[in-house]
């Protein structure tokens, strides 16, 4: 059993509501049934979070790096850490894992990088290879459809290419 406790953190500006913000400084976990949880950020953090509760693990969220805990495990992405003060001091006792997802770059503070790229776990050191969680609120395919198309679902809006919301995509679909 994880005797350390897991500490989640993310700075307050990455959080999309106001209520979540408040929610999180409470310890409070966002429920799967909330919308608005597409960002990476919240299915790393939260997902991984929520289900390491319900598992019996000892969890905390916080948002200002300055408050770090003396003991126990940092979960954060490992972008996030380059939003922090420039030389962040750690405890011997303290581990940091910082998640290096899509085009994350891996921080020199984190003393493991969690990569859902099995490939470059060959090319950086200190990489654990982490497959990515299922998005929240994906339907499966109707199998009897065939190939036919009848809604197609883009994602986030910052994530979508630009020329697949052209006029001419639209109607070449």
Request: charged residues 20%; contains cysteine.
């Amino acid at each position: 059993m994880l005797m350390e406790k897991v500490f989640f953190a993310m700075p307050e500006d990455c959080f999309p509501t106001p209520a979540w913000r408040e929610k999180w400084g409470k310890g409070e976990f966002i429920k799967f049934a909330e919308r608005n949880k597409s960002l990476i950020v919240h299915t790393w953090l939260y997902q991984t979070g929520t289900l390491l509760q319900q598992a019996g693990v000892n969890c905390e969220f916080f948002a200002k790096m300055p408050r770090l805990p003396h003991r126990g495990i940092v979960v954060t992405m490992s972008g996030l850490l380059y939003c922090y003060p420039k030389k962040l001091h750690f405890s011997s006792s303290l581990f940091v894992a910082g998640i290096v997802a899509d085009a994350g770059i891996p921080h020199p503070a984190a003393m493991i990088h969690l990569i859902p790229n099995k490939i470059a776990t060959k090319y950086l050191p200190f990489t654990e290879f982490i497959p990515h969680w299922p998005q929240p609120f994906l339907i499966p395919r109707d199998a009897t459809r065939g190939e036919r198309f009848e809604t197609v679902f883009m994602g986030d809006p910052q994530n979508i290419a630009p020329e697949l919301c052209s006029r001419a995509f639209s109607k070449k679909l």
